[in-house]
């Protein structure tokens, strides 16, 4: 079976860093995604990890270790429309199984 | 560039009716994917289809049907609507499975 972890809330202050962790269990692993969704919106892709190692894009950045099936989203310079739902997924052949979703909120 | 494109935005339907919710593209993509969100839950994968002719399950295929004669379009049909499919369906493609997707924005569709 195929399983994803994020934690379900955080909470920061505007230009704080926050990081936001997943860890998975897949069988077959092409790369992992970060997606971004606001309330009553669509996912926007964010990120997408194949190797292990940062990756990094603005303020945004990703991690990905392949040997401990786990990565995180990093944001820094938080601003107020960063409040959002973040989503890990896994690919996996043909398709992408998304997490149950970090939801941050942005503190002024 | 339109991109992703779901109609309806909204609709309500009666238990035991039925309905195609409509999703089309316009990036001449091969991949493209059903899901459904439940309030507070991530996406479920529902159907996904490599291209033109080909679908397969995802997740939760269960009362659910696709087609996809064309590479634009990719309709989700719903045969005997039963409340616990109340949720907010996404259509998405990708050029290729370990692309980004691309999402539609969305149909909220209630059923009472």
């Known amino acids: 079976g195929q399983s994803l972890e994020q934690p379900s809330e955080v909470t920061a202050v505007e230009g704080a860093i926050v990081q936001m962790n997943c860890t998975y269990q897949?069988?077959?692993?092409?790369?992992l995604s970060w997606y971004q969704q606001h309330d009553g919106g669509a996912p926007t892709f964010l990120s997408y990890n194949a190797l292990d190692g940062l990756e990094e894009t603005g303020r945004f950045s990703s991690f990905l270790s392949r040997s401990d099936s786990y990565g995180y989203l990093l944001l820094q310079e938080l601003q107020m429309k960063d409040s959002a739902s973040y989503f890990c997924a896994v690919s996996n052949t043909d398709k992408l199984i998304f997490g149950t979703g970090t939801r941050l909120q942005v503190f002024p | 560039n339109a991109g992703v494109t779901q109609t309806p935005k909204f609709r309500i339907l009666k238990i035991g009716q039925s309905m195609t919710l409509q999703c089309t593209q316009d990036m001449n993509h091969n991949y493209m994917y059903w899901y459904r969100q439940d309030p507070g839950m991530g996406l479920k994968l529902i159907y996904y289809s490599v291209g033109a002719g080909i679908t397969d399950k995802g997740e939760v295929p269960n009362g659910y049907n696709v087609s996809r004669s064309t590479t634009e379009d990719f309709p989700l049909r719903l045969e005997l609507a039963a409340p616990s499919q109340t949720s907010v369906y996404f259509c998405?493609?990708?050029?290729?499975?370990?692309?980004?997707?691309?999402f539609g924005d969305g149909t909220r569709l209630s059923i009472l």
């Open positions: 897949t069988s077959g692993f092409y790369g």
């Open positions: 998405a493609s990708s050029y290729s499975p370990d692309r980004e997707r691309h």
